[in-house]
Protein backbone atom coordinates (compact mmCIF):
# COMPACT_ATOMS: atom_id res chain seq x y z
CA UNK A 1 0.00 0.00 0.00
CA UNK A 2 1.38 3.56 -0.86
CA UNK A 3 -0.22 6.21 0.44
CA UNK A 4 0.46 10.18 -0.47
CA UNK A 5 -0.90 13.05 2.11
CA UNK A 6 -1.66 16.72 0.39
CA UNK A 7 -3.52 19.75 1.64
CA UNK A 8 -1.30 20.79 4.92
CA UNK A 9 -0.63 24.67 5.31
CA UNK A 10 -1.12 27.64 7.10
CA UNK A 11 -4.77 27.83 8.31
CA UNK A 12 -5.96 30.56 10.07
CA UNK A 13 -7.72 29.99 13.75
CA UNK A 14 -11.38 29.09 13.35
CA UNK A 15 -10.97 28.04 9.74
CA UNK A 16 -11.63 24.66 7.51
CA UNK A 17 -8.52 22.75 7.15
CA UNK A 18 -8.98 20.05 4.20
CA UNK A 19 -6.35 16.82 4.21
CA UNK A 20 -6.26 14.22 1.48
CA UNK A 21 -4.43 10.82 0.96
CA UNK A 22 -4.33 9.31 -2.02
CA UNK A 23 -3.91 5.18 -1.51
CA UNK A 24 -2.71 2.85 -4.44
CA UNK A 25 -1.63 -0.70 -4.33
CA UNK A 26 -4.64 -1.55 -2.63
CA UNK A 27 -8.27 -1.15 -2.09
CA UNK A 28 -10.71 0.63 0.38
CA UNK A 29 -12.42 -2.85 0.63
CA UNK A 30 -8.85 -4.17 2.41
CA UNK A 31 -7.31 -1.40 4.36
CA UNK A 32 -8.55 0.95 7.11
CA UNK A 33 -7.34 4.58 6.65
CA UNK A 34 -6.07 6.57 9.70
CA UNK A 35 -5.03 10.11 10.36
CA UNK A 36 -2.51 10.56 12.79
CA UNK A 37 -1.02 13.41 14.04
CA UNK A 38 2.45 14.67 15.73
CA UNK A 39 3.02 17.53 17.18
CA UNK A 40 6.08 19.24 18.34
CA UNK A 41 7.26 16.82 21.77
CA UNK A 42 4.26 15.20 21.60
CA UNK A 43 3.65 11.09 20.75
CA UNK A 44 1.86 10.46 17.23
CA UNK A 45 -1.70 9.34 17.94
CA UNK A 46 -4.62 8.43 15.77
CA UNK A 47 -6.98 11.33 14.98
CA UNK A 48 -9.23 9.79 12.69
CA UNK A 49 -10.06 6.48 10.82
CA UNK A 50 -12.11 5.43 7.99
CA UNK A 51 -12.80 1.46 7.38
CA UNK A 52 -15.67 -0.32 4.88
CA UNK A 53 -16.05 -3.12 7.25
CA UNK A 54 -16.95 -0.83 10.55
CA UNK A 55 -20.59 0.90 10.09
CA UNK A 56 -19.24 3.99 11.57
CA UNK A 57 -15.99 6.21 11.22
CA UNK A 58 -13.59 6.73 14.64
CA UNK A 59 -12.50 10.12 15.55
CA UNK A 60 -10.66 11.11 18.73
CA UNK A 61 -12.26 13.58 21.52
CA UNK A 62 -10.27 15.87 20.01
CA UNK A 63 -11.97 16.21 16.35
CA UNK A 64 -15.51 14.98 17.43
CA UNK A 65 -18.29 17.22 16.44
CA UNK A 66 -15.84 19.45 13.87
CA UNK A 67 -14.39 16.67 11.98
CA UNK A 68 -16.04 14.72 8.95
CA UNK A 69 -13.76 11.75 7.22
CA UNK A 70 -14.76 10.41 4.15
CA UNK A 71 -13.69 8.08 1.52
CA UNK A 72 -14.23 9.39 -2.70
CA UNK A 73 -14.44 5.42 -3.50
CA UNK A 74 -13.76 6.26 -7.46
CA UNK A 75 -10.27 8.03 -6.86
CA UNK A 76 -9.44 5.81 -3.78
CA UNK A 77 -9.12 8.76 -1.76
CA UNK A 78 -9.59 9.94 1.46
CA UNK A 79 -10.82 13.10 3.06
CA UNK A 80 -10.19 14.78 6.58
CA UNK A 81 -11.97 18.09 7.33
CA UNK A 82 -11.59 19.76 10.40
CA UNK A 83 -13.56 22.72 11.50
CA UNK A 84 -13.20 25.61 13.44
CA UNK A 85 -9.27 24.92 13.86
CA UNK A 86 -7.36 26.22 16.59
CA UNK A 87 -3.62 26.50 17.63
CA UNK A 88 -3.24 23.28 19.26
CA UNK A 89 -4.38 21.32 15.89
CA UNK A 90 -1.06 22.67 14.69
CA UNK A 91 1.22 19.17 13.97
CA UNK A 92 2.34 16.98 11.30
CA UNK A 93 -0.40 14.76 10.19
CA UNK A 94 -0.33 11.49 8.26
CA UNK A 95 -2.13 8.99 6.48
CA UNK A 96 -1.58 5.51 7.39
CA UNK A 97 -3.42 2.22 6.49
CA UNK A 98 -4.20 -0.93 8.96
CA UNK A 99 -5.47 -4.10 6.94
CA UNK A 100 -9.50 -4.09 7.08
CA UNK A 101 -10.31 -2.84 10.70
CA UNK A 102 -9.47 0.57 12.82
CA UNK A 103 -7.66 0.89 15.88
CA UNK A 104 -7.75 3.80 18.05
CA UNK A 105 -4.34 3.20 19.42
CA UNK A 106 -2.95 2.60 15.77
CA UNK A 107 -1.70 -0.79 15.95
CA UNK A 108 -0.53 -3.21 13.30
CA UNK A 109 0.15 -0.10 10.59
CA UNK A 110 1.08 -1.69 7.54
CA UNK A 111 2.39 1.93 5.47
CA UNK A 112 2.81 5.12 6.25
CA UNK A 113 2.43 8.47 3.95
CA UNK A 114 5.69 11.10 4.20
CA UNK A 115 2.90 13.09 6.69
CA UNK A 116 1.87 17.06 5.64
CA UNK A 117 2.53 19.85 8.29
CA UNK A 118 -0.37 22.14 9.28
CA UNK A 119 0.13 25.13 11.08
CA UNK A 120 -3.11 27.18 12.89
CA UNK A 121 -1.67 30.88 13.29
CA UNK A 122 -2.82 34.08 12.39
Known amino acids: VQLVESGGGLVQPGGTLRLSCEVS????????IHWFRQAPGKERVVVSCISRREPLPYYADSLKGRSTISADNAKTTVYLEMNNVQPEDSADYYC????????????????WGQGTPVTVSS
Open 96 to 111: AARYYYCSSVGSMIVA
Open 25 to 32: GDTLDDVA
